[in-house]
């Protein structure tokens, strides 16, 4: 996933729970159909509430690592 | 934000080949099976004191960010939650306003139920928050309400605290009672009492 087909880059390093999910409620607002968003975390619980947020949203993750303690998702708007 | 975060296009994509996958993709056709029609929560935020308003605050919030239609109706002792911050004495006469004056209102001033100690433990309790770079209740309910959520107050409770309408912080829904609560709890997929 190349950096220039991401439309929106949430940085919700340091955050704790629920603010990455929160953050990046509030950024998509902005995202049409189709957007990809990635969404860059230090919170380990965000794994799972990534996988649950784009299961409840309908919103498609497409990819999802971690490196050097960040954890990165990358989301495709429905 | 790091270096690796910061690091131009080039470099993160080095990183993220590196990188460890730690789960499969959502599959596609999951993505398509979510419903259309948004799910419900309510809230009843019956309770007061600042642990339990941390919860209301944090599954308000987050439930909004998962797009569910998510209502609070705000009763008894939460309804001391939703007085604006700077009001000090509420009520119109002396046993309520005895009572604002011996617990102040606002969401700033939530008492813990246990280890409170005149306001020791819940000073602390900050602390730790700021620490941990955890939103407190205040921060998440601004978040909670531009993200849509919807706080009704009960109208029993604001009489017979001798709460205004104008004693309540902005943007709230006009006072219901115990039937719309629980009409609202009979449409929604979980109903949670705080």
Redesign the interface.
């Known amino acids: 996933m190349g950096k220039s087909d991401i439309k929106i880059t949430v940085d919700a390093s340091g955050l704790s729970c629920p603010l990455p999910i929160v953050r990046t409620a509030q950024a998509v607002k902005t995202a049409s159909s189709g957007d990809l968003i990635e969404v860059i975390a230090t919170d380990p619980g965000s794994v799972k509430d990534f996988q649950a947020w784009a299961k409840a949203t309908g919103n498609e993750l497409v990819e999802q690592t971690v490196a050097d303690g960040k954890y990165r998702f990358v989301l495709r708007l429905k | ?2 270096p ?2 910061k690091a131009p ?1 080039k470099a ?2 080095a ?2 080949t ?6 499969r ?2 599959a ?1 056709t ?3 099976a ?3 029609t948004p ?1 419900k929560l309510v809230i009843i935020a019956y309770s007061g004191e600042l642990e339990k308003t941390w919860a209301t605050m ?1 599954l308000a ?2 439930s ?5 239609e998510t209502s609070v109706f705000v009763t008894f002792w939460g309804l001391q939650t939703f007085v604006k911050d700077k009001k000090r004495i509420t009520g119109e006469n002396w046993m309520q306003k005895m009572m604002s004056f011996m617990q102040r209102p606002g969401v700033s001033h939530r008492p813990l139920s246990k280890m409170n100690f005149m306001g020791m433990g819940p000073w602390m309790m900050f602390k730790l928050a700021k620490r ?4 407190k209740p205040k921060e ?1 309910l601004e ?1 909670a309400q ?2 849509g959520v919807k706080f009704y107050p009960c109208q029993m409770t604001l009489d017979m605290f001798g709460l205004k309408r104008e004693d309540l912080i902005e943007g709230m829904e006009e006072p219901v009672g115990a039937a719309f609560a629980l009409q609202l709890m009979s449409e929604a997929e979980a109903s949670l009492f705080i």
């Open positions: 934000m790091s690796a975060a296009a993160t994509a990183k993220a590196a990188a460890r996958p730690v789960a993709a959502t596609k999951a993505a398509k979510a419903a259309d799910k944090i919030s987050t909004a960010a998962m797009a569910q941990y770079n955890v939103s998440l978040m531009a993200l």
